[in-house]
T-cell receptor, first 112, second 115 residues
Framework: DAGVTQSPTHLIKTRGQQVTLRCSPI?????VSWYQQVLGQGPQFIFQ???????GRGNFPDRFSARQFPNYSSELNVNALLLGDSALYLC???????????FGDGTRLSIL | AQSVTQLGSHVSVSEGALVLLRCNYS??????LFWYVQYPNQGLQLLLK??????LVKGINGFEAEFKKSETSFHLTKPSAHMSDAAEYFC?????????????FGTGTQLKVEL
């Protein structure tokens, strides 16, 4: 079975631009979460969606938004990019409740 | 708020030696705890999980972890290190949300395995 897939793998943007990152969960998983991993740090929770509704939000500014589609795939949008948004963005999916999250390989976002 | 602390940002062991990576947690409720491994330019791979069943949890690749409530610890061990174990390891605590859970990660421990 396919794991969590993310696209694109790498992205280069300039300050002020907007970016959309995409994630397809493992088949049958209805929960999708997004994390930001800055170089040298652990991942930080951004959003969690379940059944197309936002169920959790981390301490990130309103420039960050996300949505989940009827097929459970998800998009993360970041507006007005800042240099500090440069990071690896990880998507994870899980079935529900206390089931472990399974991660994709991430999108490496570089802001110039 | 839940949190985890990983002692030692870098750990170096010889091949064949014991691996011990430390994790302490803080949680107001019985925690769900996880260890993940991250290889360069990859996402995180689940090593093992503790969800209030047996306190000694066995994972993949010969790793195991023991939950000690009295010490609020969940240290990761492997009896004999292999070169392929060189990677970054993250301890995480889970908080249930509606329909899923969110993970709070430690800062990670980079494991180096030397010949």
């Amino acid at each position: 079975d396919a794991g969590v897939t993310q696209s694109p793998t790498h992205l280069i943007k300039t300050r002020g631009q907007q970016v959309t990152l995409r994630c397809s969960p493992i088949s049958g998983h209805k929960s999708v979460s997004w994390y930001q991993q800055v170089l040298g740090q652990g991942p930080q929770f951004i959003f969690q969606y379940y059944e197309k509704e936002e169920r959790g939000r981390g301490n990130f500014p309103d420039r960050f938004s996300a949505r989940q589609f009827p097929n459970y795939s998800s998009e993360l949008n970041v507006n007005a990019l800042l240099l500090g948004d440069s990071a690896l963005y990880l998507c994870a999916s899980s079935s529900q409740g206390d089931q472990p999250q399974h991660f994709g390989d991430g999108t490496r976002l570089s802001i110039l | 708020a839940q949190s985890v602390t990983q002692l030692g940002s870098h750990v170096s062991v010889s091949e064949g030696a014991l691996v011990l990576l430390r994790c302490n947690y803080s949680s107001s409720v019985p925690p769900y705890l996880f260890w993940y491994v991250q290889y360069p330019n990859q996402g995180l791979q689940l090593l093992l999980k503790y969800t209030s069943a047996a306190t000694l949890v066995k994972g993949i690749n010969g790793f195991e972890a023991e939950f000690k409530k009295s010490e609020t610890s969940f240290h990761l061990t492997k009896p004999s290190a292999h070169m392929s174990d060189a990677a970054e390891y993250f301890c995480a605590v889970s908080e249930l949300t509606g329909g899923g859970n969110k993970l709070t990660f430690g800062t990670g421990t980079q494991l180096k395995v030397e010949l």
